[in-house]
């Protein structure tokens, strides 16, 4: 790996004790900061001069966009509260002396297409960097790797695109006399797992490459350093807290004057006393860096706020008295705070049956210098008897733990920036592996970040944020963002992450994700009401409010009735919680149009006690339904004192929700079964259990899962009850373990029953990379019978990454009814795909043909006046392909009025009389009231009177249609 070349005075990097590091980059960087090797080596150089280090680093970064300006209030504040001001205010802020900045991978993602914009902005960057005297060293990306999952893409295709931006930071660090570090060219070492971000088993190789080549030369390693290491990362973890903090939306940002923000100094703080205490400690904190530095010292690490005493709450068998559950049903508790279960916030199961539980005792936020330790608790009921009766703490160390699910052998955490992995790998009922996932989404507001963890039928795992949230993270697909309120869609085994309803398109404080048995999605909201997520699906990012089905409540927490244990009379219904309301409500749906209408129906369980707060729900492994309690009497976040000493941390409940008259599922047994019983839970009552099997043969099989699930669906006779059901579990299986089966997506896509191949059509484009003929099965569909069929297929058709399928959107609209979500879904599906089929038109891949309808309806969704705006401009480019002329031309004549109609019927118009024929063709092919103004004799008549043969057979054509004499 090369080393530095100096545009500067010199390579090696010269600190003193006024110096100021300020480290500046993506998601490399900020993992680099927080594993703390980097800083740990420049310390340990310089630990006679003890320069200091801040980071101001954040996943997502670019040239071209510092999330330290753009996450909002950030730079400006809200209503008279400053917030950090500009780029050159921050760095100024803490005397920066040098700046280490390493961008430019991200910018890769978009291939070639804006390399000369990265070049200017790159410049201007560094120049602010620069200010009037500080030093700049720019570290180039290092190379994409092949990534360690065959499922991932091949990011080293990608390597020719990055090589131009390190050039071009190459060039830019020398036209600012900075540094360069090229960590890029000659590349032998490999970093990475998932062929972007270095790992974290590579962090401390890594820091020893960069500080190498900035002079650093350390043959020891890391040997000798432990204690440093320990000491930068405690500095640095309350620098974060200080500088990117949570709540940033009720610090600076537009719940700044909320009882919450202001406090009461005679009784409890604020957020901002809390946070003007965090300097202080990082002084302290720096002073112990630099005397463990010096071997004066041993780390000094922040020991746990002890909680305040118990607040006052009745007995889990008092608060059962309060219960009124619904005719038939019955309520116990399955655990409360004697097992450790306290201020619980979601529960999940695994494959065994075991409960787990995310308590916090953070929130709503840590305590100044406080070290988070919020906690997942396994539960486990021994006995069968409804109650757990053993509980072990899963994990602990944890921030805020809002997002929870099981799958692939662990759990699925997301807490703060994080999603985690972790997983028992001894079998001691306690998590010893623990793996980032990926990084960078928001904390802006703790009540509202990632939340309500939902795996689809399809193995998506579904999660909500709030509109205080705002969402950048590094894939190996590109940075996916998700700003305010919204929806993510994460396919774990791809790394492909979207963000649905971008924006606030939808809910304000989204808190539940839940699907049908087909496949269906809604999404509810904590200060909204319920919402039909499906015609949400395309990540696009053309503001456009969805509508709600369901009127507004406190909801938290969604979940669809099913299992042998729920009566028949409410299987498929959903139950919801209203937290306001002290209440587990129930709504069923009715199938209009392409969706549904939503009808409110007698609650399944109340209460009389006040601090009754459910927060989740969910179907257990026996057909009852699990409701967790969070039992506190603060129920909001902006509007009660920050440190309100009326907050519950000491208690919370589990109940257990049965219905008395039929009986509970019976526990199976996954690791053990065969394949062939595997297949046939598909069959089972309860989801779980599907849920659950579709897993175990996913990892037990792989891909060869898709010829299992054939041999399966081929053997069962259509007229069996529920085929319609188990086809599409069938198929999703396929889809959980990324095994593509054309033959059942065909199967599926035959399927007398609409959800089966409205479900399957969603498929089609998922797979669109991997199928063969994608475009002749969503053509199949957008021309379906059913409204739900269509729907799907414009999702897909706003999906497929290709200019033509457009067209089929266009069909499905033009062709056919609409209702106001096939309406929504198309608008996403056009504005989402224009660059592409605006490209395909100028290039003549896009071929409307005499599909005039589909072409309108396309146009007109692109915004009628601009998109003929842009379709004269196209048509004097010389760029422009003679197939591109045709498709251009016919939009003009299609949405064009009297004068660009003449404007294009003139020859002195075109460039070429091929240009002009094709125009004419254009006007001669669409049978339109308008024509072009003015005089039209002479211009015809000079064509009849030429030699082109194509503009004469025009002309007659055109005389004709307009009656203009001869």
């Not at 699910?405 to 699925?412: F, I, L, M, S």
């Not at 963000?499 to 999605?521: I, T």
Request: hydrophobic share 40%.
């Amino acid at each position: 790996m090369n080393g530095a070349v100096a545009f500067a005075a010199e390579s090696s990097l010269k600190l003193t004790k006024d110096d100021v590091v300020v480290f500046l980059g993506g998601t490399d960087m900020v993992r680099a900061q927080r594993s703390g090797h980097l800083e740990t080596l420049l310390t340990a150089n310089f630990k006679n001069d003890l320069p200091k280090f801040r980071d101001m680093s954040w996943e997502g970064d670019t040239v071209f966009a510092l999330g330290t300006e753009i996450d909002r209030w950030r730079s400006g504040g809200f209503r008279g509260i400053k917030g950090l001001g500009n780029l050159e205010t921050q760095l100024a802020s803490v005397k920066a002396t040098v700046v280490i900045v390493q961008l430019g991978k991200n910018e890769a993602f978009a291939g070639g297409e804006v390399v000369e914009a990265f070049i200017e902005r790159s410049n201007k960057l560094f120049g602010r960097l620069r200010g009037e005297d500080r030093q700049l060293i720019v570290i180039s990306p290092s190379p994409f790797e092949e990534a360690d999952d065959p499922l991932y893409p091949d990011l080293r295709n990608r390597n020719d695109d990055l090589r131009r931006y390190v050039n071009a930071l190459r060039v830019a660090a020398e036209n600012h006399e900075s540094v360069f570090v090229d960590l890029f060219t000659d590349a032998e070492e490999s970093f990475t797992k998932n062929g972007l971000h270095v790992a974290l088993e590579n962090q401390a190789a890594f820091a020893l490459h960069i500080a190498a080549a900035l002079g650093i030369e350390r043959a020891k390693g890391f040997v000798g350093l432990d204690d440093l290491l320990v000491s930068v990362r405690e500095k640095h973890r309350l620098w974060f807290d200080y500088w990117r903090p949570a709540n940033w939306k009720c610090l600076f940002g537009d719940d700044n004057r909320r009882v919450f923000s202001i406090g009461n100094q005679k009784k409890v703080p604020s957020i901002r006393d809390e946070r003007d205490k965090i300097p202080a400690l990082i002084d302290a904190a720096e002073q112990n860096v630099a005397a463990v530095a010096k071997g004066l010292a041993k780390p000094r690490i922040a020991t746990q706020i002890p909680l305040p005493p118990p607040t006052p709450a009745v007995s889990p068998a008092e608060e059962l008295k309060e219960f009124q559950p619904a005719d038939g049903f019955e309520v116990n508790l399955f655990a409360s705070e004697k097992l450790g279960v306290e201020n619980p916030l979601t529960m999940r199961w695994d494959a065994e049956g075991r409960m787990y539980v995310a308590c916090t005792w953070t929130y709503p936020h840590l305590k100044p210098g406080e070290i988070p330790n919020d906690k997942i608790i396994l539960l486990t009921d021994t006995d069968g008897d409804g109650q757990a009766d053993r509980s072990t703490v899963f994990a602990d160390g944890l921030n805020i733990p809002t997002g929870l699910e099981t799958a692939n052998g662990g759990v699925y955490v997301g807490q703060s920036t994080d999603l985690l992995f972790l997983r028992d790998t001894d079998g001691d009922g306690m998590a010893d592996e623990r793996k980032l996932v990926l990084s960078g989404f928001g904390t802006g507001d703790t009540h509202q970040a990632m939340n309500s963890f939902t795996w689809s039928p399809d193995g998506e795992l579904f999660f909500c944020q709030g509109d205080g949230i705002e969402s950048r993270v590094e894939t190996p697909w590109g940075v996916s963002s998700l700003y305010q309120a919204g929806v993510y869609r994460l396919r774990p085994s791809r790394l492909e992450l979207h963000g649905l309803l971008d924006d606030f398109m939808g809910p304000g404080n989204p808190w539940g994700v839940v699907f049908d048995d087909w496949g269906q999605s809604l999404v509810v909201d904590g200060a909204g009401g319920v919402t039909y997520l499906t015609p949400a699906s395309i990540p696009a990012k053309h503001r456009l409010r969805l509508g709600r089905i369901g009127n507004p409540g406190g909801y938290c927490g969604v979940e669809m009735i099913n299992g042998r244990n729920m009566p028949e009379s409410m299987r498929g219904q959903f139950v919801i919680n209203d937290f306001k309301s002290n209440t587990v409500k129930r709504f069923s749906l009715r199938p209009e149009g392409s969706g549904f209408k939503l009808d409110w129906r007698d609650p399944v369980l109340k209460s009389s006690h006040r601090k009754f707060r459910p927060v989740d729900i969910r179907m257990g492994p026996d057909g009852a339904i699990y409701v967790v309690d969070f039992y506190n009497n603060v129920i909001c976040h902006q509007d009660d004192y920050f440190r309100d000493p009326t907050r519950d941390l000491h208690h919370g409940r589990i109940w257990r929700v049965s219905y008395k008259k039929n009986p509970l599922a019976p526990k199976p047994t996954f690791a053990k079964a065969s394949t062939g019983q595997l297949l046939d839970m598909l069959k089972a009552p309860e989801r779980w259990t599907r849920q659950q099997a579709k897993f175990e043969l996913s990892k037990r099989h792989g891909s060869l899962v898709r010829d299992k699930a054939d041999r399966w669906i081929r053997r069962m006779d259509a007229d069996e009850p529920n085929y319609s059901r188990n086809l599409l579990e069938a198929l999703a299986l396929c889809a959980t373990a990324e095994a593509v089966s054309p033959q059942l997506l065909e199967r599926a896509l035959a399927s007398d029953d609409h959800r089966v191949r409205a479900f399957a059509t969603r498929l089609a484009s998922r797979w669109q990379d991997r199928l063969a003929n994608t475009h002749e099965l969503l053509e199949l569909a957008a021309n379906d019978a059913h409204p739900q069929v269509r729907l799907e297929a414009i999702l897909s058709c706003g999906q497929v990454p290709q200019a033509g399928v457009i067209k089929l959107a266009g069909q499905a609209v033009s062709r056919h009814s609409r209702d106001k979500w096939i309406n929504y879904a198309f608008t996403q599906a056009v504005r989402h795909q224009e660059r592409r089929w605006m490209a395909g038109l100028t290039k003549g891949t896009l071929d409307f043909g005499e599909d005039t309808g589909s072409m309108l309806a396309v146009f007109e969704k692109g915004g009628s006046k601009q998109m003929l705006s842009r379709l004269m401009n196209l048509a004097k480019s010389e760029e422009i392909s003679a197939n591109g002329l045709t498709g251009i031309y016919r939009g003009i004549a299609s949405l064009g009025g009297p004068a660009e109609l003449r404007q294009i019927f003139e020859p002195g118009f075109h460039l070429s009389t091929a240009s002009q024929a094709a125009a004419w063709e254009a006007l001669a092919a669409f049978s339109r009231d308008e024509k072009p103004e003015g005089d039209l004799q002479v211009i015809l008549n000079a064509a009849l009177e030429g030699t082109n043969e194509r503009l004469r057979v025009q002309a007659l054509g055109l005389i004709s249609r307009w009656r203009v004499a001869e």
